[in-house]
DNA sequence: GATGAATGAGTGTTCATTCAT
DNA sequence: GATGAATGAACACTCATTCAT
């Protein structure tokens, strides 16, 4: 009777997925707005103008569920903004820079929708404490930056360095730098604007992980 | 019946410290295993042994209170480990170096006290949704990264880079290289040892911060 | 998800409007009995048959909305039976006698309300030990006694006495002997019944209004 | 092996009644700036500047004890207070003038421990639900009013009211403007000062109670 | 398809009281 | 005498989920 298991391939009728959709963009502006322990369904119904939470249940098959979808979402959000920024970059130290760069950037156009996977990313789990949706999106980042870094060492145009340290420490360094920013810590010194501090840190990592001499 | 609030300057009993101890050691394993969402006083007061809740209740404030603790005691323990090391090391890229490799050395001989650090940073909110430890730990790590730069900068050992940038983005790096050993990823490759990481992840920012010609 | 507040001014179902009527009469019944300070949920939520205490959460927005919606169900069923009698009379000293009597006639026919209201007046508070009904309900019937009184005095209706002290000696008289008799302590004498109490009460406080030479 | 059961005979130590006195004041000043219901034993031994609530526990056999106790001493206070102006007045309506008036007074210097009276009147209950110090202090006032009430009228001081309703009257219209004078709310018109609150009250009553012709 | 009332386990916290020391 | 750690029940309240309608 249930349409619900978001991992179904089932096809859903209109007001379905409008209703999943409108669902699920509340659930990315609560996450983000409060945190992922603070977003309830109670809450985010009332968010998406729901008048009970029994609705969010019937369109997913659990919290687990709609956090999955968010995930998705949110990362084919990310995906369009940055995906012709990275595709218009030659060569893969400019794909670097173009994809560091547009990935602070975003922090401008879509904090939500930042914020929201951050949150999810660092915090979601299942009822035996397994992650959520780790390796369905974070590891796939992490990963995709791997191949993309080795593949730039075997064209020559990055240095010698271990690969998957480099890329955990891209992703964290990215996700640190776009949440501090978020959150409006800025310290001190001149005030300082988005495209610069992406720019700052295309410049460190283009540092990091240019050839060099051993 | 107790000062609680742990900022007070009340002596303890030798067995209300040995309480508040074990309490926090079993917040700390409980944050870590399960999460900071996850960590009721339910599962810690199991987890220490204890018989009811009310036992934290009555030791600690609240669990802000219990949270702060746990932090405190973590970066006692992180401070303990890292400082010899950072002592021990001349210069301010060396010393860089230093808390670089001991921070991501550590996850082999603390790894809860890691996690749950890093649970606790990213989830711990009031009822208000502010920030629990912030200032006092998070910020000040980063804070502390941005003068020791600044310094290194003034005495011609590192480069023209934004400290404000490069600080966090260090934090956010370490954080998460240590978080993606800690969680039992290491992608394929060699068998990725802690030493190893440490060692890559210093030499990456070394290169990011050295000194170069513009 | 209920709207809740009970100041709101959203439509009801009415399957909603039932249950909370019956937990307003279930409260009320609950406080009348035990005192504002032993009527927890647990013990109204088993008094109106329900199988949880979460069930009045859903329906209120938490102790005081339902205090609240108590305190004005009361107010409601009172003005019901007073109103008429105090507007058959005619004259200020006239009204007065009729709200005396009807006041203290009330606890014949509805004790428990009475009782109940007083606890609330007298026990009522939130969280910062504000009171939750004063000014709603308890403020506005001695100010409505100094009104009256001061209109009844222009009309040369009653004497020369202060109409603040007076109210509230009013109000406060006619709760103790409403009280005293609700809890049955009716002292030696001739049974006290109802009608005659409200009637010597009555005929005291006329003698107290009354215009008097100086 | 513990004293307890205030009703008890044993005489006390020194440092015991002390103990007693000081635990008895600081509940007495507890309950009257929190109300009865927040009155805790935690609250209570914070403000007697004892370390734990267990002292209290061992030298009250319960809440109920202490309560008992406090209001002993108030009553005890009030008394001595009252006693020498009521005595002062020859004459029964001189007497119940007194009465009222020393009454209204004792708000301006004893304003705690009035509170607390009426606190513990009001509110205090044991399991079962039944009053705690009812018989023991309330009753005895209204029962002493009727009595004075009644020998007044044999002496033809007074007119032939029913005496069980005018005590009743009486306590109550006292309590009441004691109350709301204790609690600031003094409405408009002049600035009311005590003792004027007193007189007219007492004025009050003593048309309410002079003989009449019926 | 959709609703919203209902559920029961779970949250942190406070409570009066006990008892070994 | 006195202490303070410990207890366990109770508190109001929130949660994701279910189900008759």
Redesign the interface.
């Known amino acids: 009777m249930r349409a619900k298991a978001s991992g179904g391939q089932r096809e859903r009728t209109f007001t379905e997925s409008g209703r999943r959709a409108q669902i699920v963009d509340a659930a990315i502006e609560v996450i983000a707005e409060?945190?992922?322990?603070?977003a309830s369904f109670?809450r985010i119904?009332?968010r998406a103008g729901?008048?009970?939470?029994g609705m969010i249940s019937y369109h997913f098959a659990g919290k687990d569920d709609l956090v999955r979808a968010c995930a998705e979402e949110i990362v084919r959000v990310l995906t369009e903004f940055m995906r012709p920024r990275i595709d218009a970059a030659a060569g893969y130290a400019a794909k670097l820079r173009a994809y560091i760069e547009s990935n602070v950037d975003i922090v401008g156009s879509r904090p939500a929708h930042l914020r929201a996977l951050l949150e999810i990313l660092?915090?979601a789990?299942d009822a035996d404490?397994q992650?959520i949706v780790?390796s369905a999106v974070v590891?796939s980042r992490?990963?995709l930056f791997?191949t993309h870094l080795r593949d730039g060492q075997r064209a020559g145009e990055f240095?010698a360095?271990?690969?998957?340290?480099?890329a955990?420490?891209?992703?964290?360094?990215?996700?640190?730098?776009v949440?501090?920013h978020a959150t409006g810590?800025?310290?001190e010194?001149p005030a300082?604007d988005l495209e610069?501090?992406g720019r700052?840190?295309a410049?460190?990592?283009e540092?990091?992980?240019?050839p060099?001499r051993r």
């Open positions: 409060l945190g992922y322990a603070r109670a119904a009332k729901l008048s009970s939470t660092n915090n789990r404490g992650v780790d590891t992490a990963e791997a240095g360095f271990d690969v998957w340290v480099m955990h420490a891209l992703t964290g360094a990215i996700d640190a730098v949440g501090a810590e800025e310290g010194g300082r610069r501090c700052e840190l410049d460190a990592f540092r990091a992980t240019a060099w």
